[in-house]
T-cell receptor, first 117, second 111 residues
Framework: GAVVSQHPSRVICKSGTSVKIECRSL??????MFWYRQFPKQSLMLMAT?????????EQGVEKDKFLINHASLTLSTLTVTSAHPEDSSFYIC?????????????FGSGTRLTVV | KQEVTQIPAALSVPEGENLVLNCSFT??????LQWFRQDPGKGLTSLLL?????REQTSGRLNASLDKSSGRSTLYIAASQPGDSATYLC??????????FGAGTRLTVKP
C-alpha cells in the first residue's frame, strides 16, 4: 500500500531557530500533499495544500512567511517553521493521495512532535 | 460551511462490547469518507474508506456505513479489545478536494 514517510518524528529546538520537516511518498507520486497541525486533544487542522512545482495554498490564519512549504518534486514536500516560538509547539502531520482526487483515500505520515523551548 | 461532528467525544467500555461511533457532516457533496485511528502522539492509520457511491465497508471487526442523504457515517466495532483503545477520526473528502476532520472519539476499552 501507499506509504508516506515523515521525519523527524520528534524535534526540540530553541526559540528563534528554524526547523524543517520532510514528507516523502515512498511508492507513489503525490502531486498534492497536505500539511496539518494538531494541538493536544484536538483534531487536525489543515494548514496548507502543497502542489508540486507551484506555490502552496495556505488556510486562513496561517502565516505564509512563518510556515514555508516547498514541494519541489512529486515525492517530497517540506515544511519549515521559521523563527520558531513556544506557541508553535505542536504535532505536525502530512498527508498525500496517490491520485489527485483521493480515490483510494489519503495516507498520512507518522507525524512530527515539535517542541520549542 | 463544511463541518464534521463526531459523537461521542469520549467513550469507555468493558472489553468484549460492541460499540458504534458516529460521524455527521453538513455538506452532502462528498467524494468519499475515511475513518482513521490515532494512537497518542502518533500519526493516523487508515481503517476504512467509503466511496460516495458505497453504503458500507468492512474490515475484520470493523464496519463503516455511509448515508449521504442524512449526512451520517457510523463506525461499528465488534467485540472490542483493549488494543482498540485510541482516538478515532472521521474525515470527509469533498468534491472540491477539501478534507475535513471531526474532533474524534477517544475510545477506552477496559480489560
Amino acid at each position: 500500500g501507499a506509504v508516506v514517510s515523515q521525519h523527524p518524528s520528534r524535534v526540540i529546538c530553541k526559540s528563534g531557530t528554524s526547523v524543517k520537516i520532510e514528507c516523502r511518498s515512498l511508492d507513489f507520486q503525490a502531486t498534492t500533499m497536505f500539511w496539518y497541525r494538531q494541538f493536544p486533544k484536538q483534531s487536525l487542522m489543515l494548514m496548507a495544500t502543497s502542489n508540486e512545482g507551484s506555490k502552496a495554498t495556505y488556510e486562513q490564519g496561517v502565516e505564509k512567511d512563518k510556515f514555508l512549504i516547498n514541494h519541489a518534486s512529486l515525492t517530497l514536500s517540506t515544511l519549515t517553521v521559521t523563527s520558531a516560538h513556544p506557541e508553535d509547539s505542536s504535532f505536525y502531520i502530512c498527508s498525500a493521495a496517490s491520485t489527485g482526487r483521493g480515490n483510494y483515500g489519503y495516507t498520512f505520515g507518522s507525524g512530527t512532535r515539535l517542541t520549542v523551548v | 460551511k463544511q463541518e464534521v461532528t463526531q459523537i461521542p467525544a469520549a467513550l469507555s467500555v468493558p472489553e468484549g462490547e460492541n460499540l458504534v461511533l458516529n460521524c455527521s457532516f453538513t455538506d452532502s457533496a462528498i467524494y468519499n469518507l475515511q475513518w482513521f485511528r490515532q494512537d497518542p502522539g502518533k500519526g493516523l492509520t487508515s481503517l476504512l474508506l467509503i466511496q460516495s457511491s458505497q453504503r458500507e465497508q468492512t474490515s475484520g471487526r470493523l464496519n463503516a456505513s455511509l448515508d449521504k442523504s442524512s449526512g451520517r457515517s457510523t463506525l461499528y466495532i465488534a467485540a472490542s479489545q483493549p488494543g482498540d483503545s485510541a482516538t478515532y477520526l472521521c474525515a470527509v473528502i469533498y468534491n472540491n478536494n477539501d478534507m475535513r476532520f471531526g474532533a474524534g472519539t477517544r475510545l477506552t476499552v477496559k480489560p
